[in-house]
């Protein structure tokens, strides 16, 4: 099946690569143009750019076959892998050398909505602006790192809430248009280079445990040759001596403070498996149910979806 895709894919097609919207969708497309050219004429293609304004609507891109490449954190990744429309060929490295990055919850530094505690405690008083739900640091990880353990489920405890990307929802707080907000630690660095006035209003409650750095994927059907030409290309890019390095690392800083990329299989998506697993779980755990025997269905189809994941992350032949 998959060498007949393979035969069907026009040698001269353009690869359509998708962005995650970390910022808008104009500013992602045109951090992105610079290292997409030169990914054009390493891999003798024209690459196009999907950037969208929303995760779900770069989900649905991917599930309409519309997009070949993609920049992808943990969730969207993994969906993407295992619903074996894509394959990991790299990811990504910031310049902190830290393996990953951590999400924060963003509140404004006066009183009185300005502790953790009294988030905690009043939940009802707070508005919140949020990721959208396959957002790791957006959604998942505070869900289920912070306000699951705290018996607040974010989308019912909150007196309103907004969903955007990291970027408008720290503006929100800001302007004061909502009390708290998730983001992460990689983003609220850009935003305060960005924003620096409505940054010096904002104090970090509280921050998750390391999540690992977003991939980048390419469509399955794709001969191995080519997806080893992409990897190979992004693995060298901002690595050169020279004035053709130095513009590649500029690009790269551009792109959320970057430093390059690093060769990665499906295997890369393991830990974001498990903080999807885990989340799953804690809500059925935590959920009304009928009886006790809908509740360990439940857990029980949980398990079966966690173990059929795994299976196919360990699947990293080319």
Known sequence: MA???????????????????????????SDWDPLLAELSRAIGRPVSVLSVNSYEAL????????????F?????????????????VAQVVRHDGLPGYRALLLARKTPPLNTLRNLLDQP?????????????????????????PNHIVMETRFLSEIVGTHQTNALAV??????????????????KLRFPAEAERLQVLWESELIPHAQIVVRREYP???????QAFLIAYG???????????????????????????????????KLAYQLARQNAVTAQWVNDAARQARLQRIENSYAEQSSVLRDVAP
């Open 3 to 29: 060498a007949a895709a393979q035969a069907t894919l026009p040698d001269k097609a353009p690869v359509r690569f998708g962005i995650l919207p970390l910022g808008g969708a104009f500013e992602s497309r």
């Open 59 to 70: 989900e649905q891109a991917i599930q309409r076959d519309e997009v070949d490449m993609a």
């Open 72 to 88: 992808l954190s943990g969730k969207m990744a993994l969906d993407a892998v295992t619903q074996r429309r894509m394959k990991v």
């Open 124 to 148: 009802d008083r707070w508005r919140l602006a949020r990721g959208e739900k396959q957002s790791v640091s957006g959604f998942i990880v505070p869900q289920l790192q912070l306000f699951l």
């Open 174 to 191: 800001a302007n004061s248009e909502a009390d708290v907000a998730t983001n992460n630690s990689a983003d609220f660095e850009r935003f």
């Open 224 to 230: 191995a040759e080519l997806r080893s030409r992409v």
């Open 239 to 273: 690595r050169g001596k020279g004035p053709r390095g130095d513009a590649e690392r500029l690009v790269l800083k551009s792109l959320h403070d970057l430093a390059g990329f690093v060769a990665a299989d499906n295997s890369s998506l393991q830990p974001a498996a």
